[in-house]
């Protein structure tokens, strides 16, 4: 018995010092939608977040993270703003470079994008986006670059407002 007490406040401690979940994204189930293709075209495991509050990054909700060469497809909220957060650790290089992207566009309804995540030369990482629909196919889209905020927990913000 004097071995489990000890035992469980040491799980209870590691419990309450383990970071905060990361809660899916869900797909609206109402109103304008657009479809958002993420491909991860870089050569490591990169994680994709979409905020539920594009303008001040909060809400972060995260997809299945994407291997090399992975695509996931998903609807987004259209005819808003939407931010994404898109996290690299780019592999071999000594110091370490992390690719930590944070960026908004604003989908049209019914279109559909392409988010091509990718390292390149002395960048860490990029995200395009695309539109492969509709009068502005093939063309890139206006893509905001955010300014990151280290966040205490999962509800952010991750960025500064848009004013």
Known sequence: MSKI???AAL?????ACSPATKLPYQEPAAGATA??????ATAGRTEVALFEDAAACTG????????IGEERSVRVPAGRLLAF????????PTP????????????????????????EGDRPCT???????????????QV???APVKSKGEDGPFCFPIQ
Do not use: M
């Open 60 to 67: 972060r909700r995260h997809l299945p993270a994407l291997l």
């Open 127 to 141: 995200a395009h986006v695309r539109q492969l629909d509709g009068p502005l196919a093939e063309r890139s889209s």
């Open 144 to 146: 905001l670059l955010r």
């Open 96 to 119: 370490p470079r992390y690719c930590d992207v944070l960026a908004s566009f604003e989908p049209v309804p019914g279109a559909s994008y392409a988010v091509s995540i990718s390292t």
């Open 85 to 92: 957060q898109v996290r690299h650790l780019v592999p071999n």
């Open 5 to 7: 007490i000890p035992v």
């Open 35 to 40: 479809e958002v293709l993420f491909r991860n």
């Open 11 to 15: 799980l209870l401690v590691l419990a």
